[in-house]
């Protein structure tokens, strides 16, 4: 792992919570996307070599909709950079970890992912992030 590649934060509202954020950070957000496959609407900021990542669900059976049912509004996950996803999945398998999906899978902000299992990392949700190309 390189470095930490962002910080997902859960949020109901993504344009209440831009505000929130640039007055926060000082700045405005550098992109916003939504992801069809996962269904949320996400928006990122800069902060040195990490970003923050805010997600909001577009539809009820979104992963961030189920999540925001059963918690407040705040961290959701830790994303780590990866030089190459595939070797690290084989890395961390042996090491023991659960993953969510099997094969990566096109992300936010033109990145492949897969997320660990919480229940093999200690309750946190983790996801590795690869730069797609």
Known sequence: MRKIEHIGIAVKDVETSNEVFKKLLGKEHYKVETVESENVSTSFFQIG???????E?????SAIAKYLTKNREGVHHIAFDVEDIYTEIERLKGEGFQFISEMPKKGADNKLVVFIHPKSANGLLVELCQDAG
Do not use: D, S, Y
């Open 57 to 61: 669900a577009t539809a009820e059976e």
């Open 49 to 55: 070599e990490t970003k923050i990542e805010l997600l």
